[in-house]
């Protein structure tokens, strides 16, 4: 059985680090990509502090986004590339930290909680497939230390996961 260790988030770049050892243990030795995306968001959603949303988006065409795995209230089904910020990530090909997300037009308000958000693209040598969105009630709760860490997070669940169609 896996249990979640707790770490000190004072200093967060070695709070990622640890949930990068944490998630490749987790993941180790399966490559569903399904169960994995399932154990990431659960592990981010329990472990991150003060997330009231953690989950995955995969690309079901050049044009849109559509749910996978997630923690948090039920959500938009489906997003096209290039609306909100996770279809915005998609289209610009980078991250997306939003402060205050009253202050993004076009945000997709899944939660109406909701008020500053991270999404980190999912990338394997074929492009981007796909995107990790963390969503806070606390405007300002995501910096650039939290998007390195979930961009790490993200990476390990590529690598350890099979996207054979
Ligand atoms: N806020 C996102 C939609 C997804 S939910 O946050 C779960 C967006 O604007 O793309």
Same mark, same amino acid.
């Given at each position: #059985?896996?249990?979640?260790?707790?770490?000190?988030?004072?200093?967060?770049?070695?709070?990622?680090?640890?949930?990068?050892?944490? +998630?490749?243990? &987790?993941?180790?030795?399966?490559?569903?990509?399904?169960?994995?995306?399932?154990?990431?968001? @659960?592990?981010?959603? %329990? #472990?991150?502090?003060?997330?009231?949303?953690?989950?995955?988006?995969?690309? *079901?065409?050049?044009?849109?986004?559509?749910?996978?795995?997630? %923690?948090?209230?039920?959500?938009?089904?489906?997003?096209?590339?290039? %609306?909100?910020?996770?279809?915005? @990530?998609?289209? +610009?090909?980078?991250? #997306?930290?939003?402060?205050?997300?009253?202050?993004?037009? !076009?945000?997709?308000?899944?939660? *109406? *909680?909701?008020?500053?958000?991270?999404?980190?693209?999912?990338?394997?040598?074929?492009?981007?497939?796909?995107?990790?969105?963390?969503?806070?009630? &606390?405007? !300002?709760?995501?910096?650039?230390?939290? %998007? @390195?860490?979930?961009?790490?997070? @993200?990476?390990?669940?590529?690598?350890?996961?099979?996207?054979?169609?």
């Amino acid at each position: #059985m896996f249990a979640a260790q707790a770490i000190d988030i004072s200093d967060k770049a070695a709070f990622y680090r640890g949930l990068v050892k944490q +998630l490749k243990a &987790l993941l180790e030795g399966e490559h569903d990509s399904i169960a994995n995306a399932a154990n990431t968001a @659960a592990l981010i959603f %329990q #472990m991150v502090p003060d997330l009231n949303w953690a989950g995955f988006y995969f690309l *079901a065409s050049d044009e849109e986004l559509v749910l996978g795995p997630f %923690q948090g209230k039920p959500a938009c089904v489906r997003i096209a590339v290039g %609306q909100g910020v996770c279809g915005t @990530a998609v289209e +610009l090909g980078t991250s #997306m930290l939003i402060k205050d997300v009253h202050d993004f037009p !076009g945000h997709i308000a899944c939660d *109406a *909680a909701s008020r500053s958000e991270l999404v980190v693209l999912l990338e394997d040598e074929e492009g981007v497939f796909g995107v990790l969105d963390l969503d806070s009630p &606390l405007p !300002g709760r995501f910096d650039s230390a939290d %998007q @390195a860490g979930i961009e790490a997070l @993200a990476a390990i669940y590529v690598a350890a996961s099979s996207f054979q169609d």
